[in-house]
């Protein structure tokens, strides 16, 4: 059974700095694309990035590109998000999702969501 | 970045009954979107994928159907467990970019 189980989020200041993990199981991470999603209170959904099955590779949302690293840790199966200079903004719940093999195109499984709230 | 356009953004409807969800994107998509189910209080699930196609496990009573800019998911015969809000994505062109949502409420 594919699962996607996120982490580390919570509350942060303004203008901090927070990584987020996803550790992944029921699959063979390495092969795979992975990606973030964000959904805001309000439940807009917002595409963050995605980065190649190996890690060369990187994409992000041109909004966030500055601000939002994604790595990950093949050997560990973690996939993670590094945010810097948080905005109230920021303030979403965050999703790790998967491409299906060989493409990336639509998200076939996603995690449970871990939620981030910018605030002083 | 291409606009997705989701309507109506809510929907009451009775059990049995058959209900459409429309997505229209600013450009040319070339089937390339996604219809997404959220129940509440959990992640989204993929139901249908390059507008038409089923996702495995996905039940035969939804359906998507659409070309160019204009898509629509179809849900035959409510079920009371199809209460969800419903998000298209297109993938055509990065970044990838999602409808508002259809919160689907029983009547």
């Known amino acids: 059974e594919v699962q996607l189980v996120e982490s580390g989020g919570g509350l942060v200041q303004p203008g901090a700095s927070l990584k987020l993990s996803c550790v992944a199981s029921?699959?063979?991470?390495?092969?795979?694309?992975m990606s973030w999603v964000r959904q805001t209170p309000g439940k807009t959904m917002e595409w963050i990035g995605d980065?190649?099955?190996?890690?060369?590779?990187?994409n992000y949302a041109p909004s966030l590109k500055n601000r939002f690293t994604i790595s990950r840790d093949n050997a560990k199966s973690t996939l993670y998000l590094q945010m810097s200079n948080v905005r109230s903004e920021d303030t979403a719940t965050y999703y790790c999702?998967?491409?299906?093999?060989?493409?990336?195109?639509?998200?076939?499984?996603w995690g449970q969501g871990v939620m981030v709230t910018v605030s002083s | 970045d291409i606009q997705m356009t989701q309507s109506p953004a809510s929907l009451s409807a009775s059990l049995g009954e058959t209900v459409t969800i429309e997505c229209l994107a600013s450009?040319?998509?070339?089937?390339?979107l996604a219809w997404y189910q959220q129940k509440p209080g959990k992640s989204p699930q993929l139901l249908i994928y390059?507008?038409?196609s089923l996702n495995d496990g996905v039940p035969s009573r939804f359906s998507g159907s659409g070309s160019g800019t204009q898509y629509s998911l179809k849900i035959n015969s409510l079920q009371s467990e199809d209460v969800s809000i419903y998000f298209c994505?297109?993938?055509?062109?990065?970044?990838?970019?999602f409808g508002g949502g259809t919160k689907l409420e029983l009547k």
């Open positions: 450009e040319d998509i070339y089937s390339n």
């Open positions: 029921g699959f063979t991470f390495s092969d795979y694309w």
């Open positions: 994505q297109q993938n055509y062109d990065s970044p990838w970019t």
């Open positions: 980065i190649k099955y190996d890690g060369s590779y990187t």
């Open positions: 390059y507008a038409n």
């Open positions: 999702t998967r491409y299906p093999m060989g493409i990336t195109d639509y998200f076939d499984y």
